[in-house]
């Protein structure tokens, strides 16, 4: 059973936008803190942003003021709005839900593709 399934990755330009979706399960929007980790060819999985329950949010420092981390209660999806784009956050970007530091879900990944 899929519990978090992921959208928005692709092909954009320096400079350019994505927006990033996560759609979880109502359990796990509920429950879980979430956030996106990435994963750049041939280096470590790295956490980017995350959001608690009660919507405290954090960054790696390499995207604070250009990425976005939020979450519609509606819908049960997070979002993660990445503006000003550069070639280095070319990446799969991987969703999760987390119970404190333990990821218990993971999305399927989508690809972040940042060229000319």
């Known amino acids: 059973q899929v519990q978090l399934v992921e959208s928005g990755g692709g092909l954009v330009q320096p400079g350019g936008s994505l927006t990033l979706s996560c759609a979880a399960s109502r359990s796990i929007f509920l429950a879980y803190d979430m956030g996106w980790y990435r994963q750049a060819p041939g280096k470590q999985r790295v956490l980017v942003a995350s959001i608690t329950r009660n919507s405290r949010t954090h960054y790696t420092d390499s995207v604070k003021e250009r990425f976005t981390i939020s979450v519609d209660n509606a819908k049960n999806t997070m979002y993660l709005q990445m503006n000003s784009l550069k070639p280095e956050d070319t990446a799969v970007y991987y969703c999760?839900?987390?119970?404190?530091?333990?990821?218990?879900?993971w999305g399927q990944g989508t690809q972040v593709t940042v060229s000319s």
């Open positions: 999760y839900a987390a119970r404190g530091w333990a990821v218990e879900y």
